[in-house]
């Protein structure tokens, strides 16, 4: 299946949408291997994504789907490979951990450029798996000079995508608007309970009987980024503060995972600020 | 929205499958609303769901589909309406209840046309919410002359699906086969684990930690139909077999309500002895 | 089991509670069926719950307790029995037809005494099942008026908890008062998510992939007060507002079931704002 | 807490027990952190776990509890510490991976000695956590010269538990009685249903929609053991049996670390084939 590609199209809605894209697909004689779509009533917006395989003339496909395609679509036609990640982390090592593991037996649908940290803490564990690590410390550094300093490291690697894997600053929104919708981070709550810091000592405070993490793209507004997944972890009066972020981290970690299954696979658009995933 | 119309087709896969049938619908002047394709590799076979609205004319929509779809296909063109159901009960009043609820304040997406039971226990329930009784019981009558009865009070309410709410006897191969692949059971266990009598039993003597409940056509091998849906819900060793039969009460209604909110809607192909779910 | 009884004890904590209090129930020569102890070292609070039976002199059980206890204890002593309760409801019946359903099987451990709604929308079904329907309506009535002649009504019938089943009305902290710990309200979100009008448009807006509701006691802070249970449902970009709010009411009325459960079996300490339930 | 211990208690119920353990324990001045007690009422059999701490003489104390509780009474008095164990694995990395990196962050509240497998797959991840591992090739061997070399390993490091973390190989009843109720298994499916070889296979063909996994004691009956924990996730049609075994891979992890916290908390109780957890 190495002529497999997955072409993602968003348009206004109009009639024959469906129609028009698959007679393009079927002209050039590609096969169709897994086709979903979707329309937003609110917006009145089309989704498509559309995995096929054959022997494809990208720029030929690319001026004939323009041709039949309103104003103002947005078209990406990608060769079905892995993705180019860097990985931001800062002192707790479960969603690390996790993705190394999966890393090294491929299993991510990512290649792992690099680490990179603003503490030294996972130094070693990073180290285990054979992946550069970068500890950028902000210390006598203004915000501006310790992004530069980080921008400097991923000009190396030229991600993809940065996943913030519990790493615990504010990205500044420059930083941000330089990897616009490339950036997945995962938030210690259920959002958008709890916003802002220590999630899990306001949740013992308010005696909530489910916890939950939540995997979004960031924007420049914090917490605030169209969300990707949720899941959630009952929980009783017994637990402390602590034991709630003990059994949080187990939340957040698989959180993430399934939101970059989603991500990676090329699942999932942004629309405004919701996701829409296939 | 009164002339929309759900499309199911399912048929052999091939190349163009997807193109061929929106062409049928543009050339209509047919709008589409949603759109789900699935191809099952396995089998390679498409399963396709479109609710459109417009002008119909359904004997050429009909033919023309035909025209450009493999032999041997199975092609529905259904009215978007309420379907007409005769439900089932014994003695358990969880499953009925809460349908009867559900059609009292029209969000079943059916026409209860009557009940009936082999026993008598529900008719002051059934009575409540206006609809027929039929208690027919089985005492003094062989299972065909049970059946014959019950074929009788059928062929008044002409129903398009029976739904067995906790109706707590087999059915011949004889009768499902009347209504084929319009039956629908919900069983007190989670499928396949603990198939036949007392599952709560069964579950408490093997010290399970999860129970569920399953939807399912019903054919002719007991509790081996295609599953519609199944939920669980976690117990522990407080729970003796009657806490987990109470329990699991709360599921078997809402898997059951679930279940047949998706086939009311004509969102559910049969497939083998699986169902493809849109 | 007609001699059963439920012993609640909360107090702060001390060495030999729990040999202090077993001393005195097994001087009596009563039995315990069933005993569950919890400390909670935040506050150092201690809670017992003691389900026993036997011959009981109540007054000098308490004697002796009270003698062992630490001063500011609280202490009750309930027969096991079913308690008495008034549902409010608006115009939504999904909680309260729920309810009634239960009550109409004498699976709810209450007895419905009546149902007041500030709408007549719901009579009908509360006709259904026997139970007094008083329709307040709040026109040409100051705030205080109104809950005055909800009062009345509630003079007659003595309850000893209101259930708040969908009640679209804020209480004045009066009412609240005169109910201290005693009215259990269903909230239409996983709180502290969404607080106040319109969640589900709040949470189709913000983008979630997880709606939930909330069991919650009332006290004199909107939606602030000890919650019981919270269950939530997973949803995706196809859910609109008004699907949401359909699901979700899936959820409500579940939880609202689960918490009267165990409010009714006197399983709910209410501490600070928290609960512990055993 | 170095003073503290967990005391584990179960035999026949009878009256007065949780007042004659308590008074016990008060008698010594030991101060109860957390105490639950159970009395299944099938088996008439009471179950307690007391939490202590205070300067502790073991011997009177198990003396004096001796003298009160009944004949054939099960007690257990031990220090709150970390077990020592053994993990076994075959090919599959994700059970055994998610352990070690809990292992390396002391998050798994034992030691991990060794890991043995019959194959050596797994070699270099083990080798990154600095952890022994025996590869152990059952080729050319006997099933009973097989376990005799595991065995030897095995006398090296004197685990109190063994886990089997996907370890394909069915052990013999002479293995499983050495290390009675000590050795705990994650079986790929939810337990009773697909029991045996191919699960997910099995699980596909029967079309469920949702799939578990199972974490539970090994005893001589292949998949019969005492359950500790059961988890499931929610599938669909798309899933072919491969997806489903990948989605099951994430249960199975969460579901064996769960099983293994209670475990070695000491929360854990065999009952026959049941558990009861505190």
Known sequence: MNNAHI???DCPDEKGLVFNITQCLFQQNLNILKNDEYVDRAT????MRTEFEGDLNPDELQRQLLQVLPKGVNL????????DIVIFATKEHH?????LIRYAFDELNANVLAVISNHNTLQSLVAKFGVPFHYISPEHKTREEHEEAIFKALDIYQPEYLVL???MRILT???VQRFNN???????SFLPAFIGANPYRQAHQRGVKIIGATAHFVNDQLDEGPIIDQNVIRIDHRFTAEDMAKAGREVEKNVLAQALKWVFQDRVFIHGNKTVIF
């Open 173 to 175: 929104p420059q930083f």
């Open 165 to 167: 894997a519990k790493y």
């Open 7 to 9: 072409l993602l199209i």
């Open 76 to 83: 990406q036609l990608n060769p079905k490979k892995k993705k």
């Open 95 to 99: 969603c690390l951990g996790d993705l």
């Open 44 to 47: 009145n917006h089309f989704f």
């Open 182 to 188: 490339r950036i997945i981070n995962i938030h210690h």
